[in-house]
């Protein structure tokens, strides 16, 4: 696989995949806080540019309903925060909200105003969890939707689990332990593991990835592939985000470019199939459609 270590400032991409329909939404990221969401048709590796939006959409914390019709996401807004907080100024706009919308658009459904505990999934189409210490707030709902909420007190260990660790279970990842948790380390002590016919997927919590490499950030990870039979992995440098498509592909994003990879002699070969460093903000309304139920 052909590594590149790029010198100018990527796009960083993220997907989430819906479970039961070949639809993905890309959340592509630049330039500094802006972010877009893009609708990817897998089947026809097809894409829809959608809306833009300032301020930070957390990776982890959303989920896809499983036909890929709405998109759960956590949004906050630190840097205009930071920016009134120092003015000693206050704005009537919503800085932390959970939203649930239709792809490939931001804008909301339904809405909840800050939540202690930001982050859910969809059970099926219509059922959403919400995971919260203090309970919700709900500023937008609607009847189509059923909300179930998970306190602190429903999980064993006292605590909604990790976002994260919800989110690689939901898209079908298997967690491997590799020993006990040492407070205050920031690596988890596990790694998450994706098997195809002919080799394993892995990634693990890599911590803060300053730099271009990786379009920096928190909640970065490593990825590598391990080939049934191999006894050491291969490193997949400078890559965001990497999965199996609903078609068995392996599907990874890098330098603001997604790609498919196949194995050929012990080697990943990539396939471009899209660039998306050109894309420029562009805030728009979304279109009557994705307004409405």
């Known amino acids: 696989m052909t590594e590149t270590n790029p010198t ?6 993220f997907v989430l995949l819906a479970r039961q329909a070949p639809i993905g939404v890309i959340l592509r990221r630049g330039p500094k806080d802006w972010v877009q969401m893009i609708k990817w048709h897998t089947d026809t590796d097809t894409f829809e540019a959608g809306q833009w939006l300032r301020g930070t959409v957390e990776e982890y914390q959303g989920d896809l ?12 807004n630190q840097q205009l925060r930071s920016a009134l907080k120092m003015q000693n100024r206050k704005t009537d706009k919503l800085l932390f909200y959970d939203a649930v919308s239709k792809p490939p658009y931001f804008t909301a459904l339904a809405l909840w105003q800050y939540m202690d505990v930001p982050g859910g999934q969809f059970l099926d189409n219509t059922t959403l969890r919400l995971y919260t210490y203090a309970g919700w ?11 179930v909420i998970q306190r602190h007190a429903d999980d064993s260990e006292g605590s ?33 593991n994706k098997s195809s016919d ?13 730099g271009n490499k990786q379009g920096g950030g928190f ?24 999965d199996f498509d609903q078609q068995g592909r392996l599907v990874l994003a890098k330098d603001g470019k997604l790609f498919t990879g196949t194995l050929d002699n012990g080697e990943i070969q990539l396939t471009e199939l899209a660039d998306f460093n050109a894309n420029k903000p562009d805030p728009q309304p979304a279109p009557d459609w994705a307004q409405k139920w």
């Open 65 to 76: 309903s499983p036909d890929g019709k709405l998109f759960f996401y956590s949004f906050s």
């Open 160 to 192: 909604p689990p990790h976002p994260k660790n919800v989110f690689l279970s939901n898209q079908e990842w298997e967690m491997i332990p590799l020993g006990q948790y040492e407070q205050g380390k920031l690596n988890p002590p596990y790694i998450w």
């Open 198 to 210: 002919k080799f394993a997927l892995e990634t693990k919590y890599a911590g803060y990835v300053g």
């Open 137 to 147: 707030h709900p500023t937008r709902t609607i009847p189509q939707l059923n909300i």
């Open 8 to 13: 100018h400032h990527p796009a960083r991409l």
């Open 219 to 242: 909640n970065q990870s490593n990825y590598q592939i391990r080939i049934h039979g191999a006894t050491n992995e291969k490193q997949l440098r400078y890559v965001n985000w990497a």
